[in-house]
């Protein structure tokens, strides 16, 4: 189900990119200029994209570990699932009205929920040793944890930073290459 739910995500995304209408006979002229203006909705699409197999590389770490599952579990994974679905609605917003600050934050604090309830997932499963395959030293745990605020921190400032600059804000979600990469790097040390 949580492959599926993915996918369709990934697929909806693409929906927001609409062939511009243009008269036949006008093409020719205006279809670079359309195909020119259209840079926002192809933007947003591949930053969503990239965001969302992201999530799904995670969702995937995490459940390679998980042998069992509880009713917790079940509903903690599918309200994950729920704003996974969701992301394709901020994304065509952020396509459509980029200059504009609360749609910056809905996408940015949209992305943030999703991240913290993929956390979620992690966070209750780390708790309970009788759900995973293997042992994992503290260390670890405490990495994996501190991952999981880094990108949701990240996404959080950068609503705050809307209210200043909201291309500055669009570009401090740069910053979350740099901190993921940064705690794999500090993740793989540790072991």
Do not use: C
């Not at 590389?57 to 699932?81: E, G, M, Q, V």
């Not at 969701?86 to 809905?106: K, S």
């Amino acid at each position: 189900m949580s492959d599926g739910v993915f996918a369709i995500a990934l697929t909806l995304l693409v929906l927001n990119i609409e062939v511009p209408e243009i008269p036949e006979d006008l093409v020719a002229q205006e279809l670079p200029g359309e195909l020119l203006a259209l840079w926002p909705k192809f933007l947003s699409y591949v930053l969503s994209f990239v965001v969302i197999l992201f999530y799904w590389t995670a969702h995937h770490s995490i459940f390679s570990i998980i042998k069992d599952y509880d009713r917790r579990l079940i509903w903690l994974n599918s309200l994950f699932l729920m704003f996974v679905a969701f992301l394709p609605f901020p994304t065509a917003l952020l396509g459509e009205y980029e200059d504009q600050q609360i749609v910056v934050a809905i996408y940015a604090g949209s992305l943030a929920i999703t991240r913290l309830l993929l956390s979620s997932v992690w966070w209750y499963v780390s708790g309970r040793p009788w759900l995973v395959s293997v042992d994992m030293d503290r260390r670890t745990m405490r990495v994996f944890s501190i991952r999981a605020w880094g990108v949701p921190l990240v996404l959080l400032v950068s609503i705050g930073i809307s209210f200043i600059s909201v291309t500055a804000a669009q570009y401090s979600w740069l910053l979350l290459v740099i901190v993921d990469f940064v705690l794999l790097r500090v993740l793989r040390q540790s072991r």
